[in-house]
């Protein structure tokens, strides 16, 4: 298992599936009450894909956040407190919830570096969570979708991969992926010897397909819940 040492400031990833389409109108809703909430340093909701990539394919009763925090008893206030968890246990029909310690990154959010900080040390064994983010470029859209069905497939043949689910936070060109590996070495198995991502990547450097891009690696240390009906780290 892979120990860490935490650093104040941490993570979480929260994915809440609703009964119905209607729980969109949550995106409008919540976002005021997300403001407010005290220790949030940076957080993002997304909707999210039907595939374990990003896709074209929405799932519109299925909606995640991802959020920064000052401190760990922030994120406890928040989930004790706050009007938008309390819709999560009152309402969702399934939710899953995790803290994670940021261990390395490089990129941006929307000209911002949420994770600018600290990094943990860690042993390097145990699970990995895994968020990846790009705002892609107009004029390559078409070619980014196009290659997005081989990629959704090796994600879904991976044996080291836990779980992975496509998001965005603006229809098409604003994407990401939240994923849970079973170590370092499984993630380094898809990134690099996986050749359907390995030459998608290339074709990402060689013709400049993002104007931003994320990519950041955490250790998931603490988790509640279910994810299509299973906890994933369990």
Same mark, same amino acid.
Request: proline share 5%; charged share 25%; glycine share 6%.
């Given at each position: ?135 892609? *470029? ?35 060109? *604003? ?27 290339? *074709?990402? *450097? ?29």
């Amino acid at each position: 298992m892979m120990t860490a040492t935490r650093t104040s400031t941490i993570a979480s990833f929260h994915l809440v599936r609703y009964n119905s389409a209607r729980a969109m109108r949550h995106m409008a809703f919540d976002r005021p009450l997300l403001r407010s909430a005290d220790g949030l340093l940076f957080w993002r909701l997304l909707g999210t894909g039907r595939g374990r990539a990003m896709s074209l394919g929405a799932d519109l009763r299925r909606w995640a956040l991802f959020a920064f925090w000052r401190a760990e008893s922030d994120l406890e206030a928040f989930l004790r407190a706050s009007p938008v968890a309390a819709r999560w246990r009152t309402e969702a029909a399934e939710s899953w919830h995790v803290r994670l310690i940021p261990v390395s990154w490089h990129g941006s959010w929307s000209g911002r570096e949420p994770l600018a900080g600290p990094i943990a040390r860690h042993d390097g064994e145990g699970s990995v969570a895994v968020l990846t983010r790009a705002s892609i *470029r107009p004029r390559r859209l078409v070619a980014f979708y196009r290659s997005v069905p081989p990629v959704d497939e090796l994600l879904r043949r991976q044996d080291g991969c836990l779980a992975s689910v496509g998001m965005g936070e603006w229809p098409l060109a *604003r994407q990401a992926t939240f994923s849970l590996w079973r170590d370092r070495e499984a993630v380094r198995a898809f990134a690099y010897r996986g050749e359907a991502h390995r030459r998608v990547i290339e *074709r990402v *450097r060689a013709h400049d397909w993002y104007a931003e891009e994320l990519f950041a690696r955490f250790v998931p240390y603490r988790s509640e819940g279910a994810w299509d009906g299973v906890d994933p780290l369990r």
